[in-house]
Nanobody, 123 residues
Framework: QVRLVESGGGLVQAGGSLRLSCSSSGRTVDFYALAWFRQAPGDERQEVATIWPNTGGTDYVDAVKGRFTISNDNAKNTVYLQMNSLKPEDTAVYYC????????????????WGQGTQVTVSS
């Protein structure tokens, strides 16, 4: 079982920046896709950004396009989420997740999850 560990969360004022890191105990190139999700109290978990480590392709939910950037360093087996121009509505617990295959990804079967890191944006 691959272990994912997030770090980098914290408290920041609106307009500020944070960079989240997700360290994998396995090789990130072995995954079909890696993603950052977030969940605010009372809300459903939302997929925020996705990266396909073997192609470098990325995708974002509309709410974060132009502000967030997902990237990965296959040599370090780490995925990052650079978050700029943060807004209070970005406040949530952020999780990284990995899908082992295209079938898992298409069926939203994210087999590996981190424990989450809290991001709080004050107004």
């Amino acid at each position: 079982q691959v272990r994912l560990v997030e770090s980098g969360g914290g408290l920041v004022q609106a307009g500020g920046s944070l960079r989240l890191s997700c360290s994998s105990s396995g090789r990130t190139v072995d995954f079909y896709a890696l993603a950052w999700f977030r969940q605010a109290p009372g809300d459903e978990r939302q997929e925020v950004a996705t990266i396909w480590p073997n192609t470098g392709g990325t995708d974002y939910v509309d709410a974060v396009k132009g502000r967030f950037t997902i990237s990965n360093d296959n040599a370090k087996n780490t995925v990052y989420l650079q978050m700029n121009s943060l807004k209070p509505e970005d406040t949530a617990v952020y999780y990284c997740a990995a899908a082992a295959s295209v079938d898992d990804y298409l069926s939203a079967a994210w087999g590996s999850w981190g424990q989450g890191t809290q991001v709080t944006v004050s107004s």
